[in-house]
T-cell receptor
Framework: KAGVTQTPRYLIKTRGQQVTLSCSPI?????VSWYQQTPGQGLQFLFE???????NKGNFPGRFSGRQFSNSRSEMNVSTLELGDSALYLC?????????????FGSGTRLTVV | GDSVTQMEGPVTLSEEAFLTINCTYT??????LFWYVQYPGEGLQLLLK?????DKGSNKGFEATYRKETTSFHLEKGSVQVSDSAVYFC????????????FGRGTSLIVHP
């Protein structure tokens, strides 16, 4: 079965712009989580969605937002981009929330802010 | 809160050597434990998991045992290959004390022919 699909794979944006990243989970998975990965901070949890509702949110500013659609696809948006937002953004899907089932990750979107 | 501590890398080994990557955790509940692997340019892949104390997870020659008494989940492999070169992450699922999974910082493994 198809894995987790993230688009686009690479993005270059200018400071102050906004960006939207997309994630299609594994068919049948209703839980989608987003992570930011950087060399300095490692993997940091952004938010988790289940059945179109945000269940948990990490410690990120309000410039980071997300949503989930009725088909479980999810998007995350970052407004007013800063240089420090450059990172690999990973989406992970799971059969149920809470991650005790384990995640399936996408290949990520590499965002570079210049 | 919950936390995961992994040994610092990189771990550098020759092919066919024995591998151990240490992972210890603190958790207020009884979370599932995981090892994920990330190959260059890719996302993380679930390698193995254990859901309760004394469970052993295994996959592709890798093993880890959920040790509640030592709060550890060390990853082992008897004979590594060059293709095992990657970054390995230890992770906690969610527990009674946290609804957000916790990942370690990752340990880079480099295997030389």
């Amino acid at each position: 079965k198809a894995g987790v699909t993230q688009t686009p794979r690479y993005l270059i944006k200018t400071r102050g712009q906004q960006v939207t990243l997309s994630c299609s989970p594994i068919s049948g998975h209703r839980s989608v989580s987003w992570y930011q990965q950087t060399p300095g901070q490692g993997l940091q949890f952004l938010f988790e969605y289940f059945s179109e509702t945000q269940r948990n949110k990490g410690n990120f500013p309000g410039r980071f937002s997300g949503r989930q659609f009725s088909n479980s696809r999810s998007e995350m948006n970052v407004s007013t981009l800063e240089l420090g937002d450059s990172a690999l953004y990973l989406c992970a899907s799971s059969a149920a929330p809470g991650a005790n089932y384990g995640y399936t990750f996408g290949s990520g979107t590499r965002l570079t802010v210049v | 809160g919950d936390s995961v501590t992994q040994m610092e890398g990189p771990v550098t080994l020759s092919e066919e050597a024995f591998l151990t990557i240490n992972c210890t955790y603190t958790a207020t509940g009884y979370p599932s434990l995981f090892w994920y692997v990330q190959y260059p340019g890719e996302g993380l892949q679930l390698l193995l998991k254990a859901t309760k104390a004394d469970d052993k997870g295994s996959n592709k020659g890798f093993e880890a045992t959920y040790r509640k008494e030592t709060t550890s989940f060390h990853l082992e492999k008897g004979s590594v290959q060059v293709s095992d070169s990657a970054v390995y992450f230890c992770a906690l699922g969610t527990s009674g004390g946290s609804y957000i999974p916790t990942f370690g910082r990752g340990t880079s493994l480099i295997v030389h022919p």
